[in-house]
T-cell receptor
């Protein structure tokens, strides 16, 4: 299983763009990269998933370089409600060896007014 | 569409008591998971299941047992609760490749 490394915490201000980078040096060929958001006292919530290049949805963008050894979650124009813990997961390819969903320690993002 | 439902939401146990946490999903997902989350920490995988009738150990399986007799339900059992098992427990289900996993709202368990 690919291990992920993220910054423990980040701070930013309302209206700024926030980029959180995740390293996954031993990502497997079939692995997807998925990001989850967790608010206090709630279960994690899916944000975005990608395999290569760039993926964008109404909430965020995910940038994945050609070697796929890292990925960057980009949150445009953050607000106070984006204060949460963000987890980068690698795997979820559907193969039995990758069916464990293992969370790292995540990045605690704090947004200030 | 309920998604993933955990029962109960809160529970206080005395040391040595037993209990079962129920996770139910209505999305016909093959994969189901149980996690624990201690204050200020990330989620740690306890046990998981890749289909009805199957279970497997995760990162921290000791002190817990699980069963998946029906596809839609995944039960987590504590045979003899210990204070170290005080935590918030989350259940998740996943439909497979290129899909997202869905999480329940959590069960806050306190063992005194």
């Amino acid at each position: 299983l690919a291990k992920t490394t993220q910054p423990i915490s980040m701070d930013s201000y309302e209206g700024q763009e926030v980029n959180i980078t995740c390293s996954h040096n031993n990502i497997a060929t079939n692995d997807y990269i998925t990001w989850y958001q967790q608010f206090p006292s709630q279960g994690p919530r899916f944000i975005i998933q990608g395999y290569k290049t760039k993926v964008t949805n109404e909430v965020a963008s995910l940038f994945i370089p050609a070697d796929r050894k890292s990925s960057t979650l980009s949150l445009p124009r953050v607000s106070l409600s984006d204060t949460a813990v963000y987890y980068c997961l690698v795997g979820l390819s559907g193969y039995s060896s990758a069916s464990k969903i293992i969370f790292g320690s995540g990045t605690r993002l704090s947004i200030r007014p | 569409n309920a998604g993933v439902t955990q029962t109960p939401k809160f529970r206080v146990l005395k040391t040595g008591q037993s209990m079962t946490l129920l996770c139910a999903q209505d999305m016909n997902h093959e994969y189901m998971y149980w996690y624990r989350q201690d204050p200020g920490m990330g989620l740690r995988l306890i046990h998981y299941s890749v289909g009805e009738g199957t279970t497997a150990k995760g990162e921290v399986p000791d002190g817990y047992n699980v069963s998946r007799l029906k596809k839609q339900n995944f039960l987590l059992g504590l045979e003899s609760a210990a204070p170290s098992q005080t935590s918030v427990y989350f259940c998740a289900s996943w439909g497979g490749e290129n899909t997202e996993a869905f999480f329940g709202q959590g069960t806050r368990l306190t063992v005194v």
